[in-house]
Protein backbone atom coordinates (compact mmCIF):
# COMPACT_ATOMS: atom_id res chain seq x y z
CA UNK A 1 0.00 0.00 0.00
CA UNK A 2 1.69 3.38 -1.02
CA UNK A 3 1.70 6.25 1.00
CA UNK A 4 -1.32 8.47 -0.08
CA UNK A 5 0.10 11.30 1.30
CA UNK A 6 3.98 11.81 0.08
CA UNK A 7 4.12 13.67 -2.89
CA UNK A 8 5.86 13.05 -6.20
CA UNK A 9 8.77 15.43 -7.03
CA UNK A 10 8.53 18.44 -9.65
CA UNK A 11 10.67 20.43 -11.07
CA UNK A 12 9.94 23.81 -12.01
CA UNK A 13 10.52 24.46 -15.58
CA UNK A 14 9.54 28.31 -15.44
CA UNK A 15 7.73 30.87 -13.50
CA UNK A 16 5.84 33.79 -15.00
CA UNK A 17 4.60 36.62 -12.78
CA UNK A 18 1.21 37.81 -14.02
CA UNK A 19 0.26 40.79 -11.55
CA UNK A 20 2.03 41.96 -8.28
CA UNK A 21 0.73 39.04 -6.56
CA UNK A 22 0.30 36.67 -8.75
CA UNK A 23 2.52 33.97 -10.47
CA UNK A 24 1.96 31.07 -12.69
CA UNK A 25 4.25 28.13 -12.39
CA UNK A 26 5.43 25.18 -14.90
CA UNK A 27 6.51 21.96 -13.74
CA UNK A 28 7.25 18.56 -14.75
CA UNK A 29 7.92 15.13 -12.72
CA UNK A 30 11.56 14.78 -11.87
CA UNK A 31 10.29 11.10 -12.71
CA UNK A 32 10.07 9.99 -16.09
CA UNK A 33 7.95 7.03 -15.88
CA UNK A 34 5.38 9.00 -13.25
CA UNK A 35 5.75 11.87 -16.21
CA UNK A 36 4.78 9.78 -19.15
CA UNK A 37 1.77 7.68 -16.75
CA UNK A 38 0.45 11.31 -15.75
CA UNK A 39 -2.87 12.03 -16.71
CA UNK A 40 -5.67 14.69 -15.67
CA UNK A 41 -8.57 16.14 -16.78
CA UNK A 42 -9.36 19.97 -16.84
CA UNK A 43 -11.00 21.08 -13.57
CA UNK A 44 -9.32 18.88 -11.77
CA UNK A 45 -7.03 19.88 -8.82
CA UNK A 46 -3.42 19.07 -6.97
CA UNK A 47 -1.67 19.51 -3.86
CA UNK A 48 1.30 21.74 -4.46
CA UNK A 49 4.23 21.57 -1.71
CA UNK A 50 7.22 23.59 -0.60
CA UNK A 51 8.91 21.18 2.01
CA UNK A 52 9.24 23.12 5.50
CA UNK A 53 6.48 25.28 4.92
CA UNK A 54 3.56 23.12 3.46
CA UNK A 55 1.19 22.05 1.12
CA UNK A 56 -1.64 23.94 -0.94
CA UNK A 57 -4.89 23.51 -3.34
CA UNK A 58 -4.36 24.55 -6.51
CA UNK A 59 -6.26 23.83 -9.98
CA UNK A 60 -3.96 22.15 -12.43
CA UNK A 61 -4.50 25.56 -15.02
CA UNK A 62 -2.85 23.70 -18.02
CA UNK A 63 -4.71 21.99 -20.68
CA UNK A 64 -5.09 18.43 -20.57
CA UNK A 65 -3.53 18.28 -23.78
CA UNK A 66 -0.46 19.61 -22.75
CA UNK A 67 2.03 16.75 -22.38
CA UNK A 68 5.65 16.61 -20.23
CA UNK A 69 3.99 19.83 -17.75
CA UNK A 70 1.26 20.92 -15.83
CA UNK A 71 0.63 24.48 -14.70
CA UNK A 72 -0.65 26.20 -11.67
CA UNK A 73 -1.04 29.97 -10.23
CA UNK A 74 -0.87 31.58 -6.97
CA UNK A 75 -2.00 34.78 -5.58
CA UNK A 76 0.99 35.27 -2.57
CA UNK A 77 -1.31 34.87 0.20
CA UNK A 78 -0.11 32.83 3.46
CA UNK A 79 2.69 31.32 4.23
CA UNK A 80 3.36 28.15 1.39
CA UNK A 81 2.35 30.88 -1.09
CA UNK A 82 4.74 33.07 0.37
CA UNK A 83 7.63 30.62 0.09
CA UNK A 84 6.60 29.71 -3.70
CA UNK A 85 7.07 33.19 -4.25
CA UNK A 86 10.61 32.42 -4.29
CA UNK A 87 10.29 29.63 -6.47
CA UNK A 88 12.99 29.49 -9.75
CA UNK A 89 13.61 27.57 -12.18
CA UNK A 90 15.27 24.14 -11.43
CA UNK A 91 13.70 24.50 -8.25
CA UNK A 92 11.87 21.62 -6.74
CA UNK A 93 8.64 21.53 -5.38
CA UNK A 94 5.81 18.21 -3.94
CA UNK A 95 2.65 17.61 -5.56
CA UNK A 96 -0.13 15.02 -5.16
CA UNK A 97 -3.10 14.55 -7.89
CA UNK A 98 -4.85 14.77 -10.01
CA UNK A 99 -7.84 14.94 -7.24
CA UNK A 100 -11.23 15.54 -7.76
CA UNK A 101 -13.75 15.61 -10.47
CA UNK A 102 -13.69 17.48 -13.73
CA UNK A 103 -15.33 19.98 -16.05
CA UNK A 104 -17.70 17.32 -18.19
CA UNK A 105 -16.23 18.94 -21.52
CA UNK A 106 -17.61 15.65 -23.07
CA UNK A 107 -20.91 16.60 -22.46
CA UNK A 108 -20.38 20.74 -23.75
CA UNK A 109 -20.04 19.12 -27.26
CA UNK A 110 -22.04 21.24 -29.41
CA UNK A 111 -23.02 23.87 -27.20
CA UNK A 112 -22.32 27.23 -26.89
CA UNK A 113 -20.13 27.95 -23.93
CA UNK A 114 -19.66 31.27 -21.32
CA UNK A 115 -17.07 31.48 -18.92
CA UNK A 116 -17.21 33.99 -16.68
CA UNK A 117 -14.34 35.17 -13.85
CA UNK A 118 -13.31 36.99 -11.74
CA UNK A 119 -9.32 37.93 -10.10
CA UNK A 120 -7.71 35.30 -9.53
CA UNK A 121 -10.40 32.56 -10.91
CA UNK A 122 -9.02 32.56 -14.42
CA UNK A 123 -6.69 29.49 -13.85
CA UNK A 124 -9.37 27.19 -13.19
CA UNK A 125 -11.28 28.53 -16.31
CA UNK A 126 -7.88 29.04 -18.40
CA UNK A 127 -7.59 24.98 -18.68
CA UNK A 128 -11.07 24.78 -19.68
CA UNK A 129 -10.62 27.38 -22.73
CA UNK A 130 -7.75 26.05 -23.95
CA UNK A 131 -9.21 22.55 -24.21
CA UNK A 132 -11.95 24.18 -26.07
CA UNK A 133 -9.83 26.22 -28.13
CA UNK A 134 -7.63 22.46 -28.64
CA UNK A 135 -10.73 21.73 -29.80
CA UNK A 136 -12.48 24.51 -31.48
CA UNK A 137 -14.58 22.31 -33.77
CA UNK A 138 -16.90 20.64 -31.01
CA UNK A 139 -17.86 23.56 -29.45
CA UNK A 140 -20.08 26.25 -30.62
CA UNK A 141 -19.60 30.59 -29.60
CA UNK A 142 -17.34 30.54 -27.07
CA UNK A 143 -17.43 34.01 -24.95
CA UNK A 144 -15.22 34.83 -22.13
CA UNK A 145 -16.10 37.81 -19.75
CA UNK A 146 -13.30 38.28 -17.11
CA UNK A 147 -12.91 41.01 -14.75
CA UNK A 148 -10.56 42.14 -12.26
CA UNK A 149 -10.57 45.47 -9.45
CA UNK A 150 -8.05 46.95 -11.86
CA UNK A 151 -6.50 46.60 -14.81
CA UNK A 152 -3.05 45.32 -13.60
CA UNK A 153 -4.75 42.56 -11.49
CA UNK A 154 -5.78 41.15 -14.76
CA UNK A 155 -4.04 37.62 -14.62
CA UNK A 156 -3.39 35.50 -18.33
CA UNK A 157 -3.38 39.15 -19.91
CA UNK A 158 -1.43 37.98 -22.97
CA UNK A 159 -3.63 34.55 -23.50
CA UNK A 160 -6.80 37.05 -23.36
CA UNK A 161 -5.48 38.59 -26.95
CA UNK A 162 -4.40 34.94 -28.46
CA UNK A 163 -7.78 33.65 -27.56
CA UNK A 164 -9.66 36.96 -28.99
CA UNK A 165 -8.07 35.49 -32.64
CA UNK A 166 -9.75 32.19 -32.79
CA UNK A 167 -13.10 31.91 -34.59
CA UNK A 168 -16.15 32.65 -33.12
CA UNK A 169 -14.32 33.47 -29.92
CA UNK A 170 -15.49 36.76 -27.79
CA UNK A 171 -13.29 38.32 -24.89
CA UNK A 172 -15.03 40.65 -22.79
CA UNK A 173 -12.42 42.20 -20.28
CA UNK A 174 -13.75 44.48 -17.46
CA UNK A 175 -12.69 46.51 -14.49
CA UNK A 176 -14.30 47.54 -11.22
CA UNK A 177 -14.80 51.79 -11.79
CA UNK A 178 -11.89 53.56 -10.91
CA UNK A 179 -9.38 50.84 -12.23
CA UNK A 180 -9.12 51.40 -15.28
CA UNK A 181 -5.72 52.60 -16.69
CA UNK A 182 -5.45 55.58 -19.68
CA UNK A 183 -4.88 53.09 -21.89
CA UNK A 184 -7.52 50.56 -20.68
CA UNK A 185 -10.19 49.80 -23.92
CA UNK A 186 -12.21 46.71 -21.92
CA UNK A 187 -15.31 47.58 -20.29
CA UNK A 188 -15.75 49.57 -16.75
CA UNK A 189 -18.21 48.05 -14.54
CA UNK A 190 -18.56 44.77 -12.66
CA UNK A 191 -18.69 41.43 -13.93
CA UNK A 192 -22.06 40.74 -13.09
CA UNK A 193 -23.16 44.06 -15.50
CA UNK A 194 -20.79 43.48 -17.58
CA UNK A 195 -21.92 40.36 -18.59
CA UNK A 196 -25.92 41.35 -18.38
CA UNK A 197 -25.09 43.65 -21.29
CA UNK A 198 -22.64 41.60 -23.41
CA UNK A 199 -25.54 40.33 -25.35
CA UNK A 200 -23.86 36.72 -25.32
CA UNK A 201 -25.32 33.91 -27.50
CA UNK A 202 -26.96 31.97 -24.64
CA UNK A 203 -29.24 29.51 -26.45
CA UNK A 204 -27.99 26.00 -26.21
CA UNK A 205 -25.09 27.04 -23.74
CA UNK A 206 -22.97 26.46 -20.95
CA UNK A 207 -21.56 28.64 -18.27
CA UNK A 208 -18.43 28.18 -15.98
CA UNK A 209 -18.63 30.73 -13.25
CA UNK A 210 -15.60 30.76 -11.18
CA UNK A 211 -14.86 34.40 -8.58
CA UNK A 212 -15.16 35.49 -5.81
CA UNK A 213 -18.51 34.57 -3.66
CA UNK A 214 -20.27 38.30 -4.53
CA UNK A 215 -19.30 38.01 -7.74
CA UNK A 216 -20.88 34.52 -8.51
CA UNK A 217 -24.05 35.92 -6.39
CA UNK A 218 -24.88 38.04 -8.30
CA UNK A 219 -23.88 36.70 -11.94
CA UNK A 220 -26.73 33.73 -11.28
CA UNK A 221 -29.50 36.19 -11.75
CA UNK A 222 -28.04 37.12 -14.70
CA UNK A 223 -27.40 33.87 -16.63
CA UNK A 224 -30.85 32.70 -15.43
CA UNK A 225 -32.39 35.91 -17.13
CA UNK A 226 -30.52 35.50 -19.80
CA UNK A 227 -32.10 31.74 -20.27
CA UNK A 228 -29.67 29.34 -18.90
CA UNK A 229 -30.98 26.48 -16.53
CA UNK A 230 -29.53 25.66 -13.20
CA UNK A 231 -28.33 22.07 -14.71
CA UNK A 232 -26.22 23.98 -17.18
CA UNK A 233 -24.49 26.52 -14.66
CA UNK A 234 -21.26 25.34 -13.38
CA UNK A 235 -18.47 26.13 -11.18
CA UNK A 236 -15.83 25.34 -8.59
CA UNK A 237 -15.73 25.17 -5.13
CA UNK A 238 -12.84 26.26 -3.09
CA UNK A 239 -13.24 24.63 0.26
CA UNK A 240 -9.97 24.47 2.18
CA UNK A 241 -8.56 21.27 1.99
CA UNK A 242 -5.68 19.46 3.51
CA UNK A 243 -5.42 15.62 2.62
CA UNK A 244 -7.51 15.58 -0.98
CA UNK A 245 -8.34 12.55 -0.48
CA UNK A 246 -11.51 12.39 1.49
CA UNK A 247 -10.30 11.93 4.96
CA UNK A 248 -8.88 14.72 6.66
CA UNK A 249 -12.75 16.09 7.17
CA UNK A 250 -12.55 19.87 6.53
CA UNK A 251 -14.35 20.37 2.71
CA UNK A 252 -17.48 18.22 3.19
CA UNK A 253 -20.73 20.89 1.74
CA UNK A 254 -22.84 18.68 4.18
CA UNK A 255 -22.66 14.77 2.54
CA UNK A 256 -20.62 16.28 -0.23
CA UNK A 257 -16.45 15.79 0.28
CA UNK A 258 -15.95 18.65 -2.33
CA UNK A 259 -12.03 17.01 -2.56
CA UNK A 260 -13.80 13.34 -4.26
CA UNK A 261 -17.58 14.80 -5.26
CA UNK A 262 -16.22 17.94 -6.26
CA UNK A 263 -15.08 20.87 -6.69
CA UNK A 264 -16.91 21.36 -10.11
CA UNK A 265 -20.64 21.45 -9.45
CA UNK A 266 -23.67 22.69 -11.19
CA UNK A 267 -25.88 25.16 -9.64
CA UNK A 268 -28.82 22.36 -9.33
CA UNK A 269 -26.26 20.25 -7.85
CA UNK A 270 -25.42 23.29 -5.20
CA UNK A 271 -28.80 24.10 -4.49
CA UNK A 272 -29.53 20.65 -3.04
CA UNK A 273 -26.59 21.11 -0.68
CA UNK A 274 -26.65 22.79 2.81
CA UNK A 275 -24.77 26.44 2.26
CA UNK A 276 -21.53 25.94 3.66
CA UNK A 277 -19.34 26.89 0.96
CA UNK B 1 -19.70 -23.55 29.76
CA UNK B 2 -17.67 -19.94 29.92
CA UNK B 3 -14.54 -19.60 29.78
CA UNK B 4 -12.52 -17.44 33.08
CA UNK B 5 -9.58 -15.91 33.99
CA UNK B 6 -8.12 -15.05 36.95
CA UNK B 7 -7.07 -11.07 37.56
CA UNK B 8 -3.69 -12.02 38.47
CA UNK B 9 -3.65 -14.32 35.35
CA UNK B 10 -4.53 -11.45 33.45
CA UNK B 11 -1.82 -9.53 35.03
CA UNK B 12 1.27 -12.27 34.25
CA UNK B 13 -0.43 -12.06 30.76
CA UNK B 14 0.62 -8.76 30.34
CA UNK B 15 3.55 -9.13 31.91
CA UNK B 16 4.24 -11.58 28.97
CA UNK B 17 3.58 -9.85 26.36
CA UNK B 18 5.65 -6.66 27.24
CA UNK B 19 8.26 -8.82 27.92
CA UNK B 20 7.93 -9.97 23.87
CA UNK B 21 7.61 -6.39 23.23
CA UNK B 22 4.28 -5.42 22.50
CA UNK B 23 2.65 -2.32 23.72
CA UNK B 24 -0.15 -2.90 25.63
CA UNK B 25 -2.89 0.42 26.25
CA UNK B 26 -4.83 -0.39 29.14
CA UNK B 27 -7.17 2.21 31.47
CA UNK B 28 -4.28 3.59 33.85
CA UNK B 29 -5.24 6.17 37.27
CA UNK B 30 -3.12 8.28 36.57
CA UNK B 31 -5.32 10.84 39.08
CA UNK B 32 -7.62 10.51 41.96
CA UNK B 33 -10.20 11.45 39.52
CA UNK B 34 -9.01 10.49 36.26
CA UNK B 35 -8.45 7.23 34.37
CA UNK B 36 -6.59 7.75 30.68
CA UNK B 37 -5.47 5.25 28.32
CA UNK B 38 -1.63 4.87 28.41
CA UNK B 39 0.39 2.06 27.38
CA UNK B 40 1.22 0.43 30.30
CA UNK B 41 5.09 -0.25 31.80
CA UNK B 42 4.04 -2.89 34.42
CA UNK B 43 1.50 -5.38 34.94
CA UNK B 44 0.09 -3.95 37.96
CA UNK B 45 -0.56 -0.38 36.62
CA UNK B 46 -3.78 -0.55 35.10
CA UNK B 47 -7.25 -0.79 35.98
CA UNK B 48 -9.59 -3.69 35.41
CA UNK B 49 -12.88 -2.24 37.31
CA UNK B 50 -13.65 0.58 39.38
CA UNK B 51 -14.29 3.22 36.78
CA UNK B 52 -16.76 4.48 34.27
CA UNK B 53 -14.44 5.87 30.75
CA UNK B 54 -11.38 7.03 30.47
CA UNK B 55 -10.92 10.59 29.21
CA UNK B 56 -9.56 10.01 26.17
CA UNK B 57 -10.11 6.97 23.82
CA UNK B 58 -7.94 4.82 22.25
CA UNK B 59 -8.30 5.73 18.83
CA UNK B 60 -5.29 7.25 18.93
CA UNK B 61 -3.62 3.30 19.05
CA UNK B 62 -4.72 3.27 15.15
CA UNK B 63 -4.46 6.67 14.79
CA UNK B 64 -2.35 9.08 17.04
CA UNK B 65 -2.25 12.35 17.91
CA UNK B 66 0.61 13.26 16.20
CA UNK B 67 2.48 11.47 13.56
CA UNK B 68 5.10 11.65 10.60
CA UNK B 69 3.87 11.08 7.27
CA UNK B 70 7.36 11.47 5.51
CA UNK B 71 11.01 13.02 5.97
CA UNK B 72 12.62 15.24 3.62
CA UNK B 73 16.11 16.29 3.03
CA UNK B 74 17.25 19.26 0.95
CA UNK B 75 20.79 19.62 -0.55
CA UNK B 76 21.33 22.44 -2.86
CA UNK B 77 18.77 21.21 -5.77
CA UNK B 78 18.51 17.82 -4.45
CA UNK B 79 15.88 16.77 -2.27
CA UNK B 80 15.11 13.07 -0.54
CA UNK B 81 11.48 12.08 0.71
CA UNK B 82 12.27 9.25 3.16
CA UNK B 83 8.93 7.61 3.87
CA UNK B 84 7.88 6.84 7.54
CA UNK B 85 8.54 3.22 8.06
CA UNK B 86 5.25 1.78 8.75
CA UNK B 87 4.51 0.62 12.41
CA UNK B 88 5.64 -2.46 13.04
CA UNK B 89 4.97 -3.27 17.17
CA UNK B 90 1.84 -5.36 17.65
CA UNK B 91 -0.17 -3.33 20.21
CA UNK B 92 -2.67 -5.04 22.55
CA UNK B 93 -5.51 -2.69 23.98
CA UNK B 94 -6.78 -4.44 27.36
CA UNK B 95 -9.83 -2.98 29.16
CA UNK B 96 -11.35 -0.92 26.48
CA UNK B 97 -15.00 -0.09 26.95
CA UNK B 98 -17.08 -1.42 24.57
CA UNK B 99 -18.12 2.28 23.33
CA UNK B 100 -14.72 2.56 22.28
CA UNK B 101 -13.59 -0.52 20.77
CA UNK B 102 -17.09 0.04 18.47
CA UNK B 103 -15.59 2.99 16.69
CA UNK B 104 -12.74 1.20 14.80
CA UNK B 105 -15.21 -0.72 12.36
CA UNK B 106 -16.72 3.21 11.56
CA UNK B 107 -13.41 4.72 11.40
CA UNK B 108 -12.38 2.31 8.66
CA UNK B 109 -14.77 3.54 6.32
CA UNK B 110 -13.17 6.78 6.01
CA UNK B 111 -9.59 5.86 6.15
CA UNK B 112 -10.17 2.96 3.17
CA UNK B 113 -13.05 4.76 0.94
CA UNK B 114 -11.61 4.83 -2.92
CA UNK B 115 -8.00 5.20 -1.26
CA UNK B 116 -6.34 3.55 1.68
CA UNK B 117 -4.47 4.76 4.41
CA UNK B 118 -1.44 2.95 4.57
CA UNK B 119 0.07 3.63 8.25
CA UNK B 120 -3.68 3.44 9.95
CA UNK B 121 -4.87 -0.01 8.12
CA UNK B 122 -1.29 -1.24 9.26
CA UNK B 123 -1.58 -0.21 12.98
CA UNK B 124 -5.47 -1.46 13.06
CA UNK B 125 -4.02 -4.87 11.65
CA UNK B 126 -1.56 -5.24 14.56
CA UNK B 127 -3.92 -3.97 17.47
CA UNK B 128 -5.75 -6.31 19.53
CA UNK B 129 -8.71 -5.19 21.16
CA UNK B 130 -9.94 -6.90 24.47
CA UNK B 131 -12.97 -4.98 25.85
CA UNK B 132 -14.26 -5.01 29.35
CA UNK B 133 -17.88 -5.08 29.91
CA UNK B 134 -19.39 -1.74 31.79
CA UNK B 135 -21.02 -2.72 35.21
CA UNK B 136 -21.74 0.94 35.75
CA UNK B 137 -22.76 3.49 33.90
CA UNK B 138 -22.36 7.30 34.68
CA UNK B 139 -25.00 10.55 33.35
CA UNK B 140 -23.49 10.61 30.54
CA UNK B 141 -23.57 7.49 28.59
CA UNK B 142 -25.95 6.83 25.99
CA UNK B 143 -24.65 4.01 23.90
CA UNK B 144 -28.07 1.69 23.86
CA UNK B 145 -29.63 4.77 21.93
CA UNK B 146 -26.50 3.94 19.07
CA UNK B 147 -27.14 -0.03 19.04
CA UNK B 148 -24.44 -0.46 21.88
CA UNK B 149 -24.49 -1.49 25.21
CA UNK B 150 -22.82 -2.84 28.09
CA UNK B 151 -21.38 -5.62 26.45
CA UNK B 152 -21.28 -5.05 22.85
CA UNK B 153 -18.83 -6.73 20.90
CA UNK B 154 -18.65 -4.66 17.65
CA UNK B 155 -15.16 -3.31 16.96
CA UNK B 156 -13.67 -5.96 19.70
CA UNK B 157 -11.55 -9.31 19.37
CA UNK B 158 -12.68 -10.46 22.78
CA UNK B 159 -15.00 -9.12 25.80
CA UNK B 160 -14.47 -9.68 28.79
CA UNK B 161 -16.86 -9.38 31.86
CA UNK B 162 -16.04 -8.96 35.92
CA UNK B 163 -17.35 -11.82 38.18
CA UNK B 164 -16.41 -10.34 41.18
CA UNK B 165 -13.46 -12.18 43.83
CA UNK B 166 -11.19 -11.43 41.22
CA UNK B 167 -12.04 -13.36 38.25
CA UNK B 168 -13.25 -12.56 34.78
CA UNK B 169 -15.21 -14.15 32.20
CA UNK B 170 -13.41 -14.16 28.59
CA UNK B 171 -15.93 -14.39 25.92
CA UNK B 172 -13.19 -14.45 22.21
CA UNK B 173 -15.62 -12.76 19.10
CA UNK B 174 -12.34 -13.15 17.17
CA UNK B 175 -9.50 -15.27 15.75
CA UNK B 176 -7.27 -12.80 17.32
CA UNK B 177 -9.00 -13.33 20.50
CA UNK B 178 -8.82 -16.78 20.37
CA UNK B 179 -5.31 -16.56 19.74
CA UNK B 180 -5.01 -14.30 22.62
CA UNK B 181 -5.98 -16.71 25.38
CA UNK B 182 -5.95 -19.62 23.42
CA UNK B 183 -4.53 -21.95 26.38
CA UNK B 184 -4.98 -18.89 29.21
CA UNK B 185 -8.81 -19.34 30.31
CA UNK B 186 -10.52 -22.54 32.24
CA UNK B 187 -13.69 -23.47 31.82
CA UNK B 188 -16.24 -22.65 34.25
CA UNK B 189 -20.35 -22.49 35.03
CA UNK B 190 -20.07 -19.00 35.96
CA UNK B 191 -21.44 -16.61 33.58
CA UNK B 192 -21.52 -12.81 34.06
CA UNK B 193 -25.22 -11.43 34.55
CA UNK B 194 -26.57 -9.22 31.90
CA UNK B 195 -26.24 -5.70 32.94
CA UNK B 196 -29.06 -3.06 31.74
CA UNK B 197 -27.49 -0.26 29.96
CA UNK B 198 -27.76 3.81 30.69
CA UNK B 199 -31.37 5.34 31.02
CA UNK B 200 -30.18 8.19 29.05
CA UNK B 201 -31.43 8.39 25.32
CA UNK B 202 -31.97 9.89 22.32
CA UNK B 203 -34.23 9.16 19.44
CA UNK B 204 -31.70 8.62 16.82
CA UNK B 205 -34.49 8.42 14.08
CA UNK B 206 -36.41 11.10 14.87
CA UNK B 207 -32.80 12.97 15.42
CA UNK B 208 -32.20 11.77 11.59
CA UNK B 209 -35.32 13.34 10.36
CA UNK B 210 -35.07 16.45 11.77
CA UNK B 211 -31.67 16.89 10.32
CA UNK B 212 -32.90 16.49 6.65
CA UNK B 213 -34.39 19.98 7.47
CA UNK B 214 -32.44 21.55 10.21
CA UNK B 215 -29.86 22.77 8.82
CA UNK B 216 -30.84 26.61 8.15
CA UNK B 217 -32.82 26.75 11.55
CA UNK B 218 -31.70 29.94 13.67
CA UNK B 219 -32.04 27.29 16.90
CA UNK B 220 -28.64 26.33 16.44
CA UNK B 221 -26.99 29.49 18.02
CA UNK B 222 -29.33 28.71 20.96
CA UNK B 223 -28.76 25.29 21.20
CA UNK B 224 -25.02 25.87 21.37
CA UNK B 225 -24.17 29.07 22.24
CA UNK B 226 -22.25 28.08 25.31
CA UNK B 227 -19.63 26.29 23.14
CA UNK B 228 -15.86 27.90 23.78
CA UNK B 229 -14.71 26.24 20.82
CA UNK B 230 -11.71 24.70 22.30
CA UNK B 231 -12.25 21.36 20.84
CA UNK B 232 -12.08 18.94 23.78
CA UNK B 233 -15.09 17.33 22.40
CA UNK B 234 -13.14 16.07 19.27
CA UNK B 235 -10.03 15.38 20.96
CA UNK B 236 -11.82 12.41 23.21
CA UNK B 237 -13.94 11.51 20.95
CA UNK B 238 -13.63 7.81 19.80
CA UNK B 239 -15.14 8.61 16.72
CA UNK B 240 -13.78 12.00 15.28
CA UNK B 241 -10.71 11.79 13.08
CA UNK B 242 -10.32 15.24 11.08
CA UNK B 243 -6.94 16.11 10.73
CA UNK B 244 -4.35 18.81 10.05
CA UNK B 245 -1.15 18.35 7.56
CA UNK B 246 1.57 20.82 8.07
CA UNK B 247 5.21 20.81 7.81
CA UNK B 248 7.87 20.79 11.05
CA UNK B 249 11.31 21.60 10.33
CA UNK B 250 13.53 23.88 8.28
CA UNK B 251 13.87 24.50 4.42
CA UNK B 252 16.90 22.00 4.93
CA UNK B 253 14.97 19.05 6.69
CA UNK B 254 12.30 17.80 8.28
CA UNK B 255 8.73 16.60 7.79
CA UNK B 256 5.34 16.41 6.98
CA UNK B 257 3.69 15.44 9.65
CA UNK B 258 -0.36 15.27 10.33
CA UNK B 259 -1.98 15.80 13.85
CA UNK B 260 -5.38 15.84 14.71
CA UNK B 261 -7.39 18.89 14.37
CA UNK B 262 -11.17 19.37 15.17
CA UNK B 263 -13.99 21.29 12.77
CA UNK B 264 -14.65 23.60 16.17
CA UNK B 265 -11.80 25.83 15.76
CA UNK B 266 -11.89 29.02 13.63
CA UNK B 267 -9.20 28.09 11.58
CA UNK B 268 -10.45 24.64 9.70
CA UNK B 269 -12.67 26.19 7.36
CA UNK B 270 -10.60 29.33 7.03
CA UNK B 271 -9.89 30.24 2.85
CA UNK B 272 -6.53 32.00 2.01
CA UNK B 273 -9.09 34.68 0.50
CA UNK B 274 -10.31 35.43 4.30
CA UNK B 275 -13.88 33.66 3.50
CA UNK B 276 -14.77 31.24 6.30
CA UNK B 277 -17.81 28.82 5.49
CA UNK B 278 -18.14 28.19 8.82
CA UNK B 279 -17.08 31.82 10.46
CA UNK B 280 -19.37 30.74 13.63
CA UNK B 281 -18.74 28.81 16.46
CA UNK B 282 -23.06 27.78 15.91
CA UNK B 283 -21.81 26.55 12.42
CA UNK B 284 -19.17 24.81 13.64
CA UNK B 285 -21.45 22.95 16.45
CA UNK B 286 -23.87 22.34 13.64
CA UNK B 287 -20.84 20.78 11.31
CA UNK B 288 -20.18 18.50 14.03
CA UNK B 289 -23.62 17.15 14.86
CA UNK B 290 -24.63 16.59 10.81
CA UNK B 291 -21.02 14.96 10.38
CA UNK B 292 -21.68 12.47 12.84
CA UNK B 293 -25.71 11.67 12.42
CA UNK B 294 -25.85 12.77 8.75
CA UNK B 295 -22.99 13.31 6.64
CA UNK B 296 -21.40 9.99 7.85
CA UNK B 297 -24.32 7.75 7.75
CA UNK B 298 -25.66 9.09 4.33
CA UNK B 299 -21.59 8.25 3.21
CA UNK B 300 -20.96 5.03 5.17
CA UNK B 301 -24.01 3.66 6.01
CA UNK B 302 -22.98 4.02 9.98
CA UNK B 303 -23.05 6.90 12.83
CA UNK B 304 -19.92 8.54 13.31
CA UNK B 305 -21.11 8.12 17.60
CA UNK B 306 -20.65 5.13 20.23
CA UNK B 307 -23.21 7.39 22.62
CA UNK B 308 -19.49 7.39 25.27
CA UNK B 309 -20.43 10.35 26.52
CA UNK B 310 -16.83 11.79 26.27
CA UNK B 311 -17.67 15.50 24.53
CA UNK B 312 -19.91 15.84 27.49
CA UNK B 313 -17.86 14.65 30.16
CA UNK B 314 -14.36 16.31 28.86
CA UNK B 315 -16.44 19.54 27.76
CA UNK B 316 -15.70 22.49 30.41
CA UNK B 317 -19.68 24.29 29.34
CA UNK B 318 -20.77 20.01 29.51
CA UNK B 319 -22.16 20.66 25.97
CA UNK B 320 -21.41 17.28 24.02
CA UNK B 321 -23.56 15.82 21.18
CA UNK B 322 -26.30 14.48 23.75
CA UNK B 323 -27.56 17.89 25.26
CA UNK B 324 -27.55 19.48 21.44
CA UNK B 325 -29.53 16.52 20.58
CA UNK B 326 -31.67 16.64 23.58
CA UNK B 327 -32.30 20.26 22.91
CA UNK B 328 -33.18 19.49 19.54
CA UNK B 329 -36.01 17.16 20.05
CA UNK B 330 -37.22 18.97 22.85
CA UNK B 331 -37.92 22.00 20.01
CA UNK B 332 -40.09 19.16 17.93
CA UNK B 333 -39.44 18.85 14.03
Same mark, same amino acid.
Given at each position: ???????????????????????????????????????????????????????????????? /?????????????????????????????????????????????????????????????????????? /??????????????????????????????????????????????????????????????????????????????????????????????????????????????????????????????????????????????? | ?????????????????????????????????????????????????????????????????????????????????????????????????????????????????????????????????????????????????????????????????????????????????????????????????????????????????????????????????????????????????????????????????????????????????????????????????????????????????????????????????????????????
Amino acid at each position: MTNIYQPDLMEVLDVQQQTADVKSVRVRFRDEARSDDFHFRVGQFGMFSLFGYGESTFNICSSS /NWKDFVEFCFRRTGRVTEALWSLEKNDTIGFRGPYGNSYPMDKWVGKNLIFIGGGIAMPPLRCAIWYALE /NRGQFGDITIVYGARRAQDLVFRKELDRWAEYDRVRVVRCVDPGGETPDWTGEVGFVPAVTEQAQIPADNAVALVIGPPVMIKFTLPVLAKMGLADRDIYTSLENRMKCGVGKCGRCNCGPVYVCKEGPVFTLEQLKALPSDY | MSQIISQPAIRRLVKQWLREGKRVVAPVQIRPDLVSYQPVRSADQFLLDGFIRPLNSIKEVVFPRHEQLFQYRVRGKQIDLLPAPLPDIERIVLAARPCDAAALPILDHVFNWESRDAAYNQRRKLTTVVALACMEHDAHCFCTSLGGGPDDTRGSDALLFDLGDDTLEVRCVTDKGQNLFAGQTESSTRTAPSVPGPERQADLQQVGQQLEQAFERSDWAAWTNRCLGCGACAFGCPACHCFDMVDEGGPTCGARVRNWDACQFGQFTLHASGHNPRSAQSQRQRQRIYHKFHVYPQKFGELLCTGCGNCTRNCPVSLGVLPVLEAMQAEGA
